[in-house]
């Protein structure tokens, strides 16, 4: 049921591009996305909906493919302070926020 | 507003010991969670609530007990601590399929 996130890990320099991606063998209703930097809670960076309503406070973008249960985070032009563990975290059918949450997506971006 | 505060922020427990971490938000969200985290590791739900006196297992309930009698309040019990339950604890709120606000983190150890 877990979601399965890839790359494992991926290196940037900045300014350079990444996406990583988020996929679930279950039917979804939305997926998340947080941030996580070392020794900190994670940060939300957006949800997709199904029906393709999406809500987030970055410049980050992604997508959502329903029919394969799929997502991908898009970071584009990388900065210094992109670099953290990506997480996205599933929901199912049922409305109560709850989410099962990949193994995470290390990112460094270097000067 | 303070968002969501853990208490306390570090522990050592001997095994067989009982604690409670306590949780506490000031959003007046209705949906409440408590996730560990191993090192290096994803998020893991533990349990949930949707709303005061409604509460239901995540994927590793096993070893924990919580309750919800108010709104602002989710504490979540430790019975008889093993060195498993060594990990940080995350208690995270929102509003029904909108971003999860976490809290700072506690971080358990069990020896």
């Known amino acids: 049921q877990q979601p399965v996130q890839s790359p494992q890990a991926v290196i940037l320099r900045e300014g350079e591009d990444a996406v990583i991606n988020c996929s679930s063998s279950?039917?979804?209703?939305?997926v998340h996305w947080y941030r996580q930097k070392h020794g900190e809670a994670p940060v939300f960076l957006m949800i997709l909906l199904k029906g393709g309503e999406q809500k987030g406070h970055e410049k980050i973008s992604a997508s959502f493919n329903e029919k394969k249960q799929q997502s991908s985070l898009y970071l584009t032009a990388s900065q210094l302070s992109y670099s953290g563990t990506y997480f996205c975290?599933?929901?199912?059918?049922?409305?109560?926020?709850?989410?099962?949450f990949g193994q995470g997506t290390t990112l460094q971006v270097k000067p | 507003n303070a968002g969501v505060t853990q208490t306390p922020k570090f522990r050592i427990l001997k095994i067989g010991q009982s604690m409670t971490l306590q949780c506490a938000q000031d959003?007046?969200?209705?949906?409440m969670y408590w996730y560990r985290q191993d090192p290096g590791m994803g998020l893991k739900l533990i349990y949930y609530s949707v709303g005061a006196g409604i509460t239901d297992k995540g994927e590793v309930p096993n070893g924990y007990n919580v309750s919800r009698s108010t709104t602002e309040d989710f504490p979540l019990r430790l019975e008889l601590a093993a060195p498993s339950q060594t990990s940080v604890y995350f208690c995270?709120?929102?509003?029904?399929?909108?971003?999860?606000?976490f809290g700072p983190g506690t971080r358990l150890t069990v020896t």
């Open positions: 975290g599933t929901e199912g059918s049922s409305n109560t926020g709850k989410l099962i």
């Open positions: 279950k039917a979804l209703y939305s």
């Open positions: 959003m007046n969200h209705n949906y």
């Open positions: 995270a709120s929102s509003y029904p399929r909108e971003e999860q606000y």
